[in-house]
Nanobody
Framework: QVQLVESGGGLVQAGGSLRLSCLAS????????MGWYRQAPGDQRELVAS???????NYADSVKGRFSISRDNAKNTVYLQMNSLKPEDTAVYYC?????????????WGQGTQVTVSS
């Protein structure tokens, strides 16, 4: 069974930084696109950033220039470096990945990690 486990969330003041990590584990053959989504109370879940297996990245306009996504394929891990955080970045951040496992290919979600930015 494949699992995605996020870490690195927390409380930070506006202007501060956090680094999120997401580790994929299980009987994994290969990992395709990995990404980070977020959902604030009352809002829909939205894409923050994604990165392909070839390390081509894509960002939401609201985080361009502040956030950076990267991956370590040897460790089955994707990272989200968040700088110059704003109160509007407050949300639960979810890791997402398309993974080919021994059992087949599926899309997976992590359980989420809370990021709170105080003003």
């Amino acid at each position: 069974q494949v699992q995605l486990v996020e870490s690195g969330g927390g409380l930070v003041q506006a202007g501060g930084s956090l680094r999120l990590s997401c580790l994929a584990s299980g009987r994994i053959v290969s990992i395709y696109t990995m990404g980070w989504y977020r959902q604030a109370p009352g809002d829909q879940r939205e894409l923050v950033a994604s990165i392909s297996s070839g390390s081509i990245s894509n960002y939401a306009d609201s985080v361009k220039g502040r956030f950076s996504i990267s991956r370590d394929n040897a460790k089955n891990t994707v990272y989200l470096q968040m700088n110059s955080l704003k109160p509007e970045d407050t949300a639960v951040y979810y890791c997402n990945a398309d993974i080919r496992a021994v059992s087949g290919t599926n899309n997976y979600w992590g359980q989420g990690t809370q990021v709170t930015v105080s003003s």
